[in-house]
């Protein structure tokens, strides 16, 4: 899911590389630009039945492609915060979520309560010149909120601002192998992928935590 006011074509760079190392991806349209955390938190689950419902039609380039029990969720800014809360409501359906620099919560207010209803496992990526959503405001409380029974993964780059995840970012090789890393480790249960995130991280890391 895009950011506030964001779209697709922001995120063009995901698509293709995901696709490229067999990850069937798609990139939503939210009804409006404007569309508020709760809009994109059911754009984001509406999408997972289509893609369900594609894979069951014969007429669908997809149909018989997806494997239903390797799905993820990912979103950037108050998309990024939505992929939670769809979390929240999906459980076992989905196998990971990825919020990339997350706005955590409706425009303006401040983080309150918990995220103890997300099992999935997450992987949280922040940028430590993030002004929009600092990560101490947004994607710390996040990432502390989830249940410590939860897997997850706290990562924040040194430098980089709150755009990092979109075409006009950076980092991107070291952001798609990380996520990549993690989808397959959850998708697949690979060990090798596994012990790839359970280390230490890079030195253009500020912060790099797991459970």
Same mark, same amino acid.
């Given at each position: !899911? *895009?950011?506030?006011?964001?779209?697709?074509?922001? =995120?063009?760079?995901?698509? *293709?590389?995901?696709?490229?190392?067999?990850?069937?991806?798609?990139?939503? #349209?939210?009804?409006?630009?404007?569309?508020?955390?709760?809009?994109?938190?059911?754009?984001?689950?509406?999408?997972?039945? %289509?893609?369900?419902?594609? /894979?069951?039609?014969?007429? !669908?380039?997809?149909? /018989?492609?997806? @494997? #239903?029990?390797?799905?993820?969720?990912?979103?950037?800014?108050?998309?990024?915060?939505?992929?939670?809360?769809?979390?929240?409501?999906?459980?076992?359906?989905?196998?990971?979520?990825?919020? %990339?620099? *997350? =706005?955590?919560? #409706?425009?303006?207010?401040?983080?309150?309560?918990?995220?103890?209803?997300?099992?999935?496992?997450?992987?949280?990526?922040?940028?430590? $010149? @993030?002004?929009?959503?600092?990560?101490?405001?947004?994607?710390?409380?996040?990432? $502390?909120?989830?249940?410590? !029974?939860?897997?997850?993964?706290?990562?924040?780059?040194?430098?980089?601002?709150?755009?990092?995840?979109? /075409?006009?970012?950076?980092?991107?090789?070291?952001?798609?192998? =990380?996520?990549?890393?993690?989808?397959?480790?959850?998708?697949?249960?690979?060990?090798?992928?596994?012990?790839?995130?359970?280390?230490?991280?890079?030195? !253009?890391?500020?912060? =790099?935590?797991? /459970?």
């Amino acid at each position: !899911s *895009p950011g506030y006011t964001g779209t697709p074509e922001s =995120y063009d760079w995901w698509g *293709p590389m995901l696709a490229s190392v067999g990850i069937i991806t798609a990139i939503i #349209e939210t009804n409006t630009p404007e569309d508020n955390l709760e809009q994109r938190k059911n754009a984001l689950i509406a999408g997972i039945e %289509l893609i369900k419902r594609e /894979n069951a039609n014969s007429a !669908s380039p997809l149909n /018989n492609k997806v @494997d #239903e029990s390797q799905i993820a969720l990912m979103g950037h800014s108050l998309g990024g915060g939505a992929t939670l809360r769809a979390a929240e409501e999906l459980g076992g359906d989905i196998q990971a979520v990825v919020p %990339l620099t *997350p =706005y955590c919560c #409706e425009l303006g207010q401040s983080f309150e309560g918990d995220l103890n209803g997300v099992s999935t496992p997450t992987l949280i990526i922040a940028a430590a $010149d @993030d002004t929009i959503a600092p990560p101490e405001a947004h994607s710390r409380l996040l990432y $502390d909120a989830i249940n410590s !029974s939860t897997e997850k993964v706290y990562l924040e780059f040194a430098e980089g601002a709150h755009g990092l995840p979109t /075409n006009r970012g950076s980092e991107f090789q070291t952001q798609g192998t =990380y996520v990549y890393a993690f989808l397959k480790s959850n998708f697949t249960g690979d060990g090798k992928y596994i012990d790839f995130i359970e280390g230490n991280g890079e030195d !253009s890391f500020s912060s =790099y935590e797991t /459970n």
